[in-house]
């Protein structure tokens, strides 16, 4: 049963002002394009394409651009609104990775104010860097904007669909309203996350700021958007969920990647 976080009434009023921030500003959507020039780099030989160690007759270590991608595709929250780029989650999702002996690349696509319509319309653009993985985190505009949960359900269906089309698996970030918008709404609202990580067999992660969401210690000034230290909450709460996923990515993708 996911855990329920109860704001205190201060914090939902600095909320309610302002909420505008987590939609008000669409960011460049060059982050995807542009996201080799950010991602850490591990010397000449892969800055270039080329191991400069590989040896006649040995499988080289792929360089960074040929690693299996994993896309975090979402708003603000992914974006990293606020903070310097390498305390996103997707930058620190990329430490904990290679920490960890995973070699994969992770592209931060996500944009400031986007909801599940904006995503929608951006999705192919998203899936020309053919990733591996998908990391969804998209809706929470659509709640705090009061949207029609039947649209926000169809437009997260038809991402799903078409990323599940292009062979990647999906992460469905789940997330929660505050409670002044009402019992019915709000139930509906998470509803919506679990009826389709069931109806399509995604995997779920039930809440994205799970640990964080009203934490004044982990939250920036505006009261909405994660610190440095509230992402490196999240990437520890995603990490379970992810990890089930590596092997099984990883070794196909380093099956076809493998140069001798």
């Not at 780029?85 to 990329?94: K, M, N, R, T, V």
């Not at 996500?110 to 653009?125: Q, Y």
């Not at 997330?175 to 679990?194: C, H, I, S, T």
């Not at 610190?227 to 490196?232: A, I, S």
Request: net charge negative.
């Amino acid at each position: 049963m996911m855990r329920q976080w109860l704001p205190s009434a201060g914090a939902w009023i600095v909320f309610g002002l302002l909420m505008p921030n987590l939609w008000g500003c669409e960011q460049s959507t060059s982050d995807l394009s542009s996201s080799s020039s950010q991602a850490p780099r591990d010397g000449i030989g892969q800055r270039l394409g080329t191991d400069v160690t590989a040896q006649p007759g040995l499988a080289r270590e792929p360089a960074r651009e040929e690693l299996p991608k994993i896309v975090a595709f979402g708003n603000s929250l992914t974006a990293g609104a606020g903070i310097p780029a390498d305390e996103s989650y997707p930058s620190q999702l990329q430490r904990r990775l290679d920490e960890s002996g995973y070699r994969y690349r992770v592209i931060n696509a996500g944009v400031s104010g986007d909801t599940t319509a904006g995503g929608l319309r951006r999705v192919d653009w998203m899936l020309k860097s053919r990733p591996q993985i998908v990391i969804l985190e998209l809706g929470g505009n659509d709640g705090l904007r009061g949207l029609p949960l039947d649209q926000m359900h169809d437009n997260l269906e038809a991402i799903i669909q078409r990323v599940q089309a292009a062979d990647a698996q999906i992460i469905l970030a789940g997330m929660k309203l505050p409670l002044n918008y009402g019992d019915e709404y709000r139930a509906g609202f998470e509803a919506v996350y679990a009826q389709l990580a069931q109806a399509h067999q995604v995997t779920l992660m039930p809440f994205f700021l799970e640990g964080v969401g009203a934490q004044v210690h982990l939250n920036q000034a505006d009261g909405i958007h994660p610190t440095g230290n509230g992402y490196r909450v999240i990437v520890d709460h995603l990490w379970p969920v992810l990890k089930p996923l590596l092997r099984n990515a990883s070794q196909a993708a380093f099956d076809g990647s493998m140069v001798k």
